[in-house]
């Protein structure tokens, strides 16, 4: 059965939507346009650099206009772009996990302290002492959610960064709504636990 999302996206969008799936190339460049920004800000939170979310972002709609027929409407178009972009990045960051760093990779302190400075030059406000505890609190916040089972990480990043509702959640990672509750439960438990009652939107914070 196909569940109907509570938000469901606007009339153009629908349109295009509808084309796209029937094979025209050029609705689905349209309907990618309209979902562009929003995805590099989403990959940009995930991957903390710009080239990265770049090519995550473009991953992401290729295999979207790929799988374009499994999209039933379960949820919005822009929360299944997301699942997406969560399962890339999360399937990048094992294989990153399973390869040897080179040494030559590691930055030098000079460069790190070149864009430490780079970064306050262009930071409009708070103080760079401000931001400097903001990002570690966000850093932090940010590998304690890394550190989550995969099926728990997936219902707090499409809870909070993405606001899907949770029967799209469930639609989505195929589960009931229960499931999904419980699996939220237990992350949001765990992120206490470990944050001390961090602020959660300190996990995509813009940059």
Known sequence: MVITADRPEIAGST???????AGESSAFCQLAAEHEGRLLQQAGGLTRDQSAAEDLVSETLVEAW???????????FSTWLFS???HRHQKALRRARSRPIPLAALPSAEADERRQAQEYLHAASPSPAEEAMRN???DRLRQAVQALPQKHQQVILLRF??????PEIAALLECSVGTVKSRLHYALEKLRESQQGVNLS???RDT
């Not at 295009?16 to 799936?21: N, V």
């Not at 799988?67 to 949820?75: E, V």
């Not at 960064?161 to 949770?166: T, Y």
């Open 66 to 76: 790929r799988s374009l027929a499994r999209f039933n409407g379960a949820c919005r």
């Open 161 to 166: 960064f993405e606001d899907a509702s949770l």
């Open 15 to 21: 349109d295009l939507l509808t084309r796209a799936r």
């Open 84 to 86: 997406i972009l969560l």
């Open 202 to 204: 300190e996990l995509w």
């Open 136 to 138: 570690e609190a966000a």
